[in-house]
């Protein structure tokens, strides 16, 4: 596992507050940051201090820029106070390619979610998913020390993230765990912050937030399948809310530290059948109907692996594919014939393609609702995923296992 544990001072950047300060200005005019109150912490907490390492995607493999890195630190300084997010941790396999396991989320990100949380003054805030101690930087600075608790699964993390703040004088309570349980010994809080994806609500969250609080949290059954979701807890058995109109996504929240949560490529037996058939849905419905891709998602179960046939050196992709570790694999061709119609082919126990087709046919039914008409009520039994009011359902999420 590569971490990063070098620890930089506010002044190794000595003009970090004008940085800061461009980044709040470019933030403002994107969109992103409209309160004095956020604008202000983003303003006055050094984000460097938090990303002394971080990895950038760069000729198809992962690159180190660093504050005590002389070839990189100027790139590493400037990249730190730009609206872009920062991996921090990740696994390297020679295998099968990095894994990322905590970043610094994209700071326009960041405001955008903490001002949807409508903190006020007062109010107590639990962040699962500390990471590298920004979020619970700028959370402290706008509500002190009292009111803030954060918890992550790393425990180096966690502990270097505890150094990092209080060399800013900020202490808010850090705790190392699996945030899925919250933090019951410190319950109730005002606001749940989740910046790691979960495949449903962890009950604990519901039970931890006092009625009339909110959680905000990435709800994501796979791959390209979720979105941010704003629940309120509108009763003591019970929170509802709306997803967000605009797509993010995090990591997914696991319950062991390191964990790898890659899932295996299986090929399909050359020997199981293939049925084919053709369909005039889009083969890329997985990157260009975010909604239906999440209805498939739960219908798939979300252990997938999604992708283009080929080689890119050898020309454009001929098909899309899904698989499945149990050996299901669909391929649908991306150019249609001249009636529009693609091909797919389809092997292994489960037809993927036909969970695609199915959650077109639920969605369309449904008038075709963008995220922000989709909802989600949350009790200790079910949750359901529906349109526009809980009477008309669309889909229910498997529970979250809690510690
Ligand atoms: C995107 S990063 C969080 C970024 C962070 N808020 C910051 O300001 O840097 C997601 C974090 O979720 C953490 N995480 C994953 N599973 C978790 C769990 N079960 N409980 C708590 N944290 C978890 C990861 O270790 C990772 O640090």
């Known amino acids: 596992m590569t971490t990063s544990t070098t620890s930089t001072g506010p002044d190794s950047v ?7 300060a461009a980044l709040a200005d470019d933030l403002i005019a994107a969109g992103k940051l409209t309160s004095p109150q956020w604008r202000a912490a983003v303003e006055n ?39 872009i997010a920062l991996v921090t941790l990740l696994d390297q396999d020679e295998n099968s390619g990095p894994v ?43 509500l002190g020390d009292k009111h803030v608790y954060s918890i992550d699964i790393e425990p180096d993390l966690v502990d270097t993230a505890r150094a990092r703040l209080a060399q800013l004088g900020y202490r808010p309570t850090l705790v190392t765990g699996d945030g899925a349980a919250g933090l019951p010994g410190h319950a109730p809080f005002d ?79 050359s020997d199981s059948p293939t049925t084919t058939s053709t369909t005039t849905r889009d083969p890329q419905t997985p990157w260009t109907h975010p909604v239906v891709w999440f209805l498939a998602a739960l219908r798939i179960g979300g252990r997938y692996q999604l992708g283009y046939t080929g080689n890119p050196q050898d020309g454009p992709p001929r098909a899309a594919f899904i698989t499945t570790p149990d050996g299901s694999r669909a391929d649908i061709t ?12 389809e092997t292994g126990p489960v037809r993927l393609w036909q969970h695609v087709e199915h959650a077109h046919q639920l969605w369309d039914q449904a008038g075709r609702p963008p995220w922000h008409r989709l909802g989600l009520l949350v009790t200790r039994e079910t949750q359901t995923i529906y349109t ?16």
């Open 100 to 142: 990322f396991l905590s970043s610094s989320s994209t700071p326009g990100l960041m405001t955008r979610m903490l001002e949807a949380l409508d903190v006020h003054d007062g109010h107590t805030v639990l962040e699962i998913g500390t990471g590298t101690g920004l979020n619970a930087a700028w959370l402290t600075h706008r």
């Open 191 to 269: 606001r749940i912050i989740a910046t790691c994806s979960v495949p449903s609500i962890p009950w604990p969250w519901i039970e931890q937030t006092r009625v009339g609080g909110r959680i905000l949290t990435d709800v994501r059954a796979g791959t390209n399948a979720g979105n941010l979701v704003h629940l309120t807890r509108t009763a003591s058995d019970r929170a509802e809310g709306r997803f967000d109109a605009h797509s993010a996504s995090f990591m997914g929240l696991r319950h062991t530290p390191g964990s790898d949560t890659r899932i295996p490529y299986t090929r399909s037996s």
């Open 14 to 20: 000595p003009d970090w507050q004008d940085r800061s």
């Open 45 to 83: 907490v050094p984000r460097h201090v938090f990303v002394p390492r971080f990895y950038l995607h760069r000729d198809g493999r992962m690159v180190a820029l660093a504050a005590d890195d002389p070839d990189t630190r100027q790139e590493w300084a400037d990249t730190v106070y730009s609206n």
């Open 388 to 403: 526009d009011t809980s009477d008309t359902p669309l889909a229910t999420l498997a529970a979250t296992p809690s510690t």
């Open 334 to 345: 991306l150019a249609p014939d001249d009636r529009g119609r693609h091909d797919v082919a």
